[in-house]
């Protein structure tokens, strides 16, 4: 049977023609922006900031547009990860459905990583007309990725609290993607044994519960983010980020467990 580093390298050779179709969309999206504000000048964007000129539209901007195409990239990794989760041919691959679905899911973090990188390759052409040579390190200063410089009442960010930073956007992307499959799987495992046999209302229902519980969730932690893009010392002393991923850790390894033990106990034997 295929061992888990075949099987991870075959989904990322499948998930990375998608990198490469989404990032073109993206492209197009830069060009499409670029020639919008040069056709309007008074066009203040996405993030509603007066642009004098190009270079300082995208320095206004580039985050939201990068976020935004973010988003999409996860949305479309997710539908991925749950064809092959229920993909026959997939789960005939390897000895142990645990493997297909950990490589399934790790090979769509690789994918997230890739991509933001790609991203973060044209930010950084972006935002030479206003950054110069510092363009590089300032499309990743903006998410909190890279040093950043020495400014009053603004305090240096070690590297400890880069590796939380890059931690958290990790953790957010399994969170999301464990989240997805349990509301998948868990919506099966119900319907399955309901009396009835059309089951598809049932699970839409199951789903949009699950969905509606999880925004609420996430609601409240959503608020707790301002620290994790705000610099301030005091606010990160009374919030610091590694208690954020703390809490994101225990949640994504609780949804992880759940999702091995049905994809072992409950979704081997009643594949589609």
């Not at 989904?11 to 993206?26: A, E, S």
């Not at 142990?96 to 994918?111: G, M, P, Q, V």
């Not at 044994?193 to 959503?222: D, E, H």
Request: hydrophobic content about 55%.
């Amino acid at each position: 049977m295929t061992n888990f580093w075949t099987l991870f390298r075959q989904m990322w050779t499948q998930k990375r023609k998608f990198i490469y179709l989404v990032f073109l969309i993206n492209i197009f999206a830069v060009v499409f922006l670029s020639g919008y504000f040069l056709l309007f000048k008074n066009w203040n964007g996405l993030a509603n900031l007066p642009s004098k000129n190009l270079g300082q539209f995208w320095r206004n901007n580039f985050a939201d547009v990068t976020l935004y195409i973010d988003f999409a990239f996860c949305a479309i990794t997710c539908w991925q990860n749950e064809k092959i989760n229920l993909s026959q041919t997939w789960h005939l691959a390897a000895s142990d459905e645990r493997k297909t679905y950990l490589a399934n899911i790790f090979s769509s973090l690789l994918a997230c990583g890739y991509f933001f990188l790609l991203q973060e390759i044209v930010n950084s052409l972006l935002l030479i007309p206003s950054c110069g040579a510092d363009s590089f390190a300032q499309a990743f200063r903006e998410f909190g990725l890279y040093p950043i410089k020495t400014v009053p009442g603004v305090e240096i960010t070690s590297n400890q609290m880069l590796a939380f930073h890059w931690l958290f956007i990790i953790l957010i992307i399994l969170i999301i993607y464990f989240f997805v499959s349990f509301a998948n799987f868990s919506s099966r495992v119900i319907t399955d044994f309901l009396p009835f046999k059309s089951t598809v209302w049932a699970r839409l229902l199951i789903i949009a519960i699950l969905v509606i519980v999880a925004a609420y969730c996430g609601m409240i932690f959503m608020s707790k983010l301002h620290g994790f893009v705000d610099k301030s010392p005091n606010l990160q002393a009374t919030d610091p980020i590694w208690l954020d991923d703390l809490c994101l850790f225990i949640v994504s390894l609780v949804f992880g467990i759940l999702n091995l033990v049905l994809v072992k106990k409950y979704l081997e034997p009643k594949i589609d």
